[in-house]
């Protein structure tokens, strides 16, 4: 892989017989960090780019950028070297940028740091576009979610990700027909050891909820799994759990915030995420104790498979998750509002009056969002610290 960049330079190079190889040999330091190789590129490479970057490689260029900058819409990324009075004429173009209302950010520092930096660029500007033909599938969110619902324009005016009604019905009489496609995470459950019927029962809503997936042309789902309690007297956590761990994102309860707020963290990331509810708050120590009954199952170190909490009914899993470093995260489909902080898992618990898995964090931070101003119940973790890179994901919009 590799990313084609706009050379801005003066007319006259700033007389250097060497400004060529120098921006080679600087290329080339800046590669190592970013993972990619850099070229100078032409116009017609440079447009079709989903990440768009000016290289201002000297002083002297403000004019040339000038005449060019509406190839774009922008955001316009000026990536600069310490050399040539480069970084002067950057912030001379991103004065002008500003000005006339368009967003700019120039991108300077170590070679290392300022690769780093490229790699996450690119990495949102992917994420962005593939969100952009998105369907997420909902059934309605459950009755006392009074602050989860998504609006659904707002979500397609900022995103481009498309939120689908899906019929309560069309599900009941998937889970009818009590089949499922067959996959490692279903003869792993099958090995188990639990409860052959119920497992068979719980496989059937994950056979229900996979049809209609692949009926709707879903990247994600969620579901209001209660009303699957009278019906069907079976939940709809370890159908949910298999889907994550098949790369379709599934939250519970039809929570639409949570759904969208997973299917970003999971796309960023790479990473599956565990939905969960905060459970207890310590903030003097500045840890909190997370949990909730849907996992994906590629996540946890191991598991055992058990009831569901507030039920007693179906199956679910009891996990541990790997120690060390974690992000939490939440946001609204409006891409404006949004939380993230990382943390350290440093203990899984097993209290018998909580949902099944539990974790316990500590931050660095002050947990006062929890409290103060939080994006309704439901919050993302994902294992490993990303919050430099959803900070770079929503400055962008």
Known sequence: MSLGVYLIKAPNSNNDPDFDENCQAFFKDVSQGFGED?????????????????????????????????????????????????LAA???????????????????????????????????????????????GTTGESDWLIASKVDPVTLKAASGMEMVDLPFD???????????????????????????????????????????????????????????????????????????????????????????????????TGQPVFMANPSKLFPEKQEIILAHCILPLNMPKSYQLTTHFESGLGILVSAELPLGSCTMFKCKEDFKEYFAQSGEIMENLHEGCLCRT????????????????????????????????????????
Not at 224 to 241: E, K, N
Not at 373 to 384: A, F
Not at 385 to 397: M, N, P, R, T
């Open 358 to 397: 539990q974790i316990r964090i500590k931050t660095q931070e002050s947990l006062s969002y929890f409290l103060t101003r939080p994006i309704s119940n439901h919050q993302m973790i994902c294992l490993g610290d990303h919050k430099v890179l959803i900070d770079e994901f929503f400055a962008s919009y």
């Open 170 to 268: 069309e599900l009941l009489s998937e889970i009818k027909k009590n089949t499922y496609p067959e996959n490692q995470y279903t003869e792993e459950i099958k090995r188990s050891g639990y409860n052959g019927e119920e497992i068979e029962r719980a496989l059937g809503v994950y056979g229900a909820l996979r049809r209609l997936v692949d009926q709707y042309s879903l990247n994600g789902v969620t579901v209001r799994c209660f009303d699957l309690l009278q019906p069907v007297c079976i939940t709809g956590c370890l159908a949910l759990g298999i889907l994550n761990a098949e790369g379709i994102h599934a939250a519970c309860e039809g929570d639409g915030r949570s759904l969208v707020s997973m299917t970003v963290l999971g796309e960023l």
């Open 90 to 136: 950057a912030m001379e173009i991103l004065t002008f940028l500003r000005e006339k209302g368009l967003k700019g950010e120039i991108i300077h520092g170590e070679s290392e740091s300022v690769g780093k930096k490229l790699a996450r660029i690119v990495r949102v500007r992917k994420v962005q576009e593939r969100l952009k033909k998105y369907r997420l």
């Open 38 to 86: 850099l070229f100078v590129a032409d116009e017609q490479t440079f447009v079709k780019q989903s990440t768009q970057v000016f290289f201002v490689a000297s002083g002297g260029s403000e004019q040339q950028f000038k005449k060019i900058y509406n190839l774009i819409e922008g955001p316009y990324y000026l990536l600069t070297r310490q050399s040539h009075n480069s």
